[in-house]
């Protein structure tokens, strides 16, 4: 049984930390604390595949809840709604030499932006299912935000 996971496999730190939970999934599933000791030792494909499993119920309810994304780098911000049919993408680029990655001079840019600063706006629709998307932006280096930035960026186009 070759073991495959949707997202990825949970940290042993992430397992640790999420332990009950763990258990709690195991029984569901109809193996009891014994049973699962068993497998470790007996069968791991299928105690791997468990843990698979479980890493792939725990991401997409993680993925499900995602709201906001960001991406910073120097040239520009991209802040991202992750609505349940679409996203949008409100962004911010600089001209060369103002550094957006540095929060304080985006604060000050927002505050009073600087000529040469854009603002834009898109939408589309997932290609792919929203959370596999979601899960492929954190990996190219998206992070999950509080959509204050997304929000201000709305202002700030009027």
């Known amino acids: 049984m070759e073991s495959k996971v949707k997202y990825r496999r949970l940290t042993l730190e ?6 009950k939970e763990f258990v709690d999934f195991l029984v569901v599933n109809g193996v009891g604390a ?3 000791e068993k497998l470790k030792a007996e069968d791991k494909p299928v105690a791997e595949r ?3 499993l479980f890493s792939d119920v ?3 309810g993680t ?7 960001e991406f ?11 609505q349940n049919e679409k996203i949008i993408l409100i962004g911010l680029e ?17 505050k009073n932006p600087p000529e040469g600063v854009k603002v834009f706006r898109s939408e589309k629709s997932y290609l792919q299912s929203r959370e596999e998307e979601l899960f492929q932006m954190i990996q190219k280096g ?8 997304f929000k201000s960026l709305l202002v700030t186009m009027g």
């Open 34 to 36: 014994e049973d699962w």
């Open 94 to 110: 600089g001209p060369q030499g103002l550094d957006l990655s540095n929060s304080t001079t985006l604060q000050e840019v927002l």
């Open 14 to 19: 992430e397992l640790h930390l999420l332990e």
């Open 63 to 69: 993925l499900r809840k995602i709201q906001f994304l």
């Open 72 to 82: 910073h780098s120097v040239q520009e911000v991209m802040t991202f709604q992750c």
């Open 58 to 60: 725990v991401m997409e």
């Open 50 to 52: 468990m843990i698979d």
């Open 142 to 149: 998206a992070v999950i935000s509080d959509g204050l930035l």
